[in-house]
């Protein structure tokens, strides 16, 4: 799993053909305390995380 800020991740990127997900943190800022509301999310995302896939956390998601 690759995790991320980048949101333009998905446009610069084929994330098809990647062997890894691509998790996307939609934030303001990459601070810690904009990130820290996400980590409910992403932990209940990981069990379901499939390679090749784009996932997007967050409140633009």
């Known amino acids: 799993m690759l995790l991320t800020v980048d949101s333009n991740m998905e446009f610069q990127q084929n994330t098809d053909n990647l062997p890894v ?25 990981l069990p379901n995380i499939e390679p090749g896939r784009l996932y997007r956390i967050g409140p633009a998601a």
């Not at 939609?26 to 999310?41: F, G, H, K, Q, T």
């Open 21 to 45: 997900a691509v998790v996307v943190l939609v934030a303001r800022s990459n601070s810690i305390i904009e990130l820290l509301p996400l980590m409910p999310e992403l932990r209940e995302l």
